[in-house]
């Protein structure tokens, strides 16, 4: 059985006139007492929201405040489309987040000159990662089967006190039940000769995270080994594609559980080919929901290992030619007026490249995330 609260009907929801100070977002979506529960620290999606709505509230160039309103808009939907499962993310906040999404709805509309009804299509085009020339010539000469909205639900990962569950139906019940993803002893399609295991996965820009068995030969055919009682029954997946009938991405590649932990991620999907900095964006979302980002391993693929070197070299010899131009410029004369500014430079540039060492081909997902950083204060 599915634990899920029952939602009473939801009062109208109405965008704010103006974009919110900070103080009146807190007031508009203040729930309980002073010191009572629910404790507003819990909810860590919650937490994100007030960050970046006070990010927003400073003065931001168009395209770096564009950025973060996208950001905004996919974090309150993903708030909304899962409150449901977590008793933290209180339901008298509902209302409030609504208004904050149709406002931040409403401004993004105006910047970017399109309709309300496409601006999700707009977002994903222009923030999103899209199939590669690989994908789109692959799915135009095979024609996989793509998944209506119905059918992607039972792909969908649910996410409870940091742990991944995945619905599974019993055939004797419609009633579908919350089980752990865990890929421990699964026999999948993915593994290869670099010991490469798990299912294939995709997160919108919603933030919502699908996975699935990866099938081949363009039939989806359900799991039939009793072995795999987790997976039992779920139809395979044919490409990445097929999750969200070819349209952009956050992220894809594979993923490994561990009794619902998640133990291992590859951005390593042919079809969407995606970036590191997508899988730094996905690692920030895991952390801000609950889930232990340093038991994750992230493995890179050897295309982007390859411009990893690339920016370590990068980074090693600017801050050696920083070294060089701080004896040239610390003479008599410069010194008193140049010395702050290029002490400033020369630590920025070690600390980039002291940064860049830790990322390797391999590394824990924490250590990932701290290379690439707060993908929320990106000032575009």
């Known amino acids: 059985m599915v634990n899920t609260r029952t939602l009473p009907p939801l009062p109208s929801s109405r965008a704010f006139t103006n974009f919110p100070t900070f103080s ?14 629910p404790y507003r620290r819990e909810d860590k999606a919650l937490l994100r929201i007030d960050r970046m709505v006070k990010s927003l509230n400073r003065r931001l160039a168009d395209g770096a405040r564009c950025y973060r309103l996208a950001g905004l808009f996919f974090t309150t939907m993903w708030w909304v489309n899962n409150h449901k499962y977590d008793p933290k993310m209180h339901l008298d906040r509902r209302r409030a987040i609504l208004s904050l999404n149709l406002t931040v709805s409403r401004d993004l509309s105006r910047a970017l000159g399109c309709g309300h009804n496409v601006l999700a299509t707009r977002l994903q085009e222009l923030y999103g990662t899209g199939m590669s020339d690989h994908g789109v010539q692959t799915d135009a000469a095979e024609n996989p089967e793509y998944m209506s909205a119905a059918e992607r639900e039972s792909y969908r990962v649910i996410f409870k006190g940091g742990r991944a569950y995945h619905f599974k139906y019993d055939n004797s019940s419609s009633t579908p039940e919350l089980v752990p993803h865990d890929t421990q002893n699964l026999i999948s399609t993915e593994m290869d000769d670099n010991n490469r295991d798990g299912i294939i996965f ?7 995270l699908y996975a699935g068995i990866s099938g081949s030969g363009g039939v989806r055919e359900p799991m039939m080994d009793e072995a795999q009682p987790h997976y039992l029954g779920m139809k395979k997946v044919i490409y990445h594609s097929c999750f969200l009938r070819g349209f952009s991405v956050l992220c894809a590649g594979t993923i490994s559980f561990d009794n ?6 590859r951005n390593d999907s042919g079809h969407y080919q995606p970036r590191d900095t997508s899988m730094a964006k996905m690692l920030q979302h895991l952390k801000t929901i609950g889930v232990d980002i340093s038991k994750i391993t992230v493995f890179q693929e050897k295309r982007h290992i390859d411009k990893q070197q690339g920016f370590i070299n990068s980074a090693i010899e600017h801050a050696k030619a920083t070294d060089t131009e701080l004896q040239a410029m610390m003479q008599p004369e410069h010194r008193d007026h140049n010395k702050q500014a290029i002490g400033n430079r020369l630590t920025k540039a070690r600390k980039a490249g002291a940064h860049a060492a830790e990322a390797d081909a391999t590394c824990p997902g924490d250590v990932f995330l701290r290379h690439y950083g707060d993908w929320d204060a990106i000032r575009g």
């Open 24 to 37: 009146q977002w807190k007031s508009a979506s203040k729930v309980g007492g002073r010191l009572g529960k």
């Open 202 to 208: 995709v997160m919108s820009m919603s933030h919502q």
């Open 260 to 265: 619902g932990i998640i133990v291992g991620i």
